[in-house]
């Protein structure tokens, strides 16, 4: 099934320690963002792209789509001060009124089997994130203090993409700014609203790049695939 997919991409270089949007920072000489949308770009049941931007940064970003010839770009829009604002707008730009994706701009290494599962998965049940199982122990903590260690075996770590019905997320978004109600991620605002969130496991690199390490980190990631196509 085709769907649209919207990338929030009005982030700042701050945890990276860039002067710049993150999203410009090369990994093998490719901007990050690009790696993403190339993912998306050779996906054929992606029939159309949005893009949520800082306006000073939109003329940049159109001269990358055109260097690296990203043509799926339906529509670029004004990002907002928060995550969740830049992808209602993406949202109200969607040329697509079906299955919606929401992916981090910063996650360029998921699998195009994820993302497939999680449009059956919206398709099916209206609602679906990309997640992994969490490996490590975890312990609830107040003041310093531990209070309590937390049953590791119903707990996941949420990812995107995560994946709508077009008609769940805009009642979502919708409420949530009618309410000013500002959420962790979309999947939240959904919660919200009564709906079911399913979850499709993902795989532990899909990391979003966001610290100096994650960068050695989708070195080396993108050096095993390369590997692996050979």
Request: glycine share 4%; charged share 25%; net charge negative.
């Amino acid at each position: 099934m085709a769907y649209t997919v919207i990338l929030p991409a009005a982030g700042s270089g701050k945890r990276m320690g860039a002067e710049h949007n993150k999203l410009f920072i090369e990994l093998k000489n490719i901007p990050v963002l690009i790696h993403t949308l190339r993912v998306f770009e050779r996906d054929p049941q992606c029939a159309h792209i949005v893009l949520a931007v800082k306006k000073d940064e939109q003329s940049y970003i159109e001269q990358l789509l055109l260097q690296y010839s990203i043509q799926k770009v339906a529509a670029i829009t004004e990002g907002g001060a928060e995550r969740q604002h830049s992808v209602y707008a993406g949202l109200k730009a969607s040329p697509s009124k079906e299955v919606v994706l929401v992916h981090d701009a910063a996650r360029p290494f998921i699998h195009q089997d994820v993302i497939h599962r999680l449009v059956q998965a919206a398709e099916k049940f209206g609602a679906a994130v990309a997640a992994v199982r969490a490996k490590d122990t975890m312990k609830k903590v107040q003041n310093g203090i531990i209070q309590e260690t937390v049953e590791r075996e119903s707990l996941w770590i949420i990812q995107t993409p995560q994946a709508f019905q077009y008609n769940i997320l805009e009642k979502a978004e919708r409420m949530a700014e009618l309410e000013s109600f500002l959420g962790t991620d979309e999947a939240m605002l959904v919660e919200r609203q009564g709906e079911k969130v399913h979850i499709v496991e993902s795989t532990y690199d899909n990391v979003k790049v966001t610290t100096q390490e994650d960068l050695l980190f989708g070195e080396v990631i993108l050096n095993k695939r390369k590997q692996e196509e050979q």
